[in-house]
């Protein structure tokens, strides 16, 4: 390559900098590169992930009582409705606000119990 063109190349990209660069002074600074996403990296740890918490929450919520299930269920949305109310879902159960929310805590309970247990 010619020495001019060389030259006119580099005037051409006058704040042109790696990508390795560090961005302080530290020993272990944090370069250019490491604050760039990677937009052709896979998610597909992070899907794999999200389906298998899924799956155990599906199945884990499958084995409670049928009314804590409905109350986790509708007031949390995983039918793929809005999340309901405690209003709501006490005028759906005919029982008192207070009532579904002690079944929620219950469930939440039973759920958190049951992933201990897995560990």
């Known amino acids: 390559m ?3 063109r060389c030259a006119r190349g580099e005037r051409a990209i006058p704040d042109a900098t790696s990508l390795d660069r560090p961005l302080s002074s530290e020993g272990d600074a944090t370069s250019l590169g490491d604050l760039i996403e990677d937009e052709q990296a896979s998610d597909t740890p992070d899907l794999v992930i999200r389906e298998l918490e899924g799956t155990w929450v599906g199945e884990a919520i499958g084995r409670l009582p049928s009314h804590h299930r409905h109350v986790l269920v509708h007031r949390y949305g995983l039918d793929h409705q809005e999340p309901g109310t405690l209003a ?23 759920l958190k119990m049951e992933g201990i247990g897995e560990l």
């Open 2 to 4: 010619e020495l001019g």
């Open 88 to 110: 709501e879902l006490g005028d759906q159960l005919k029982m008192s606000r207070e009532r579904v929310r002690q079944l929620q805590r219950t469930a939440e309970r039973m």
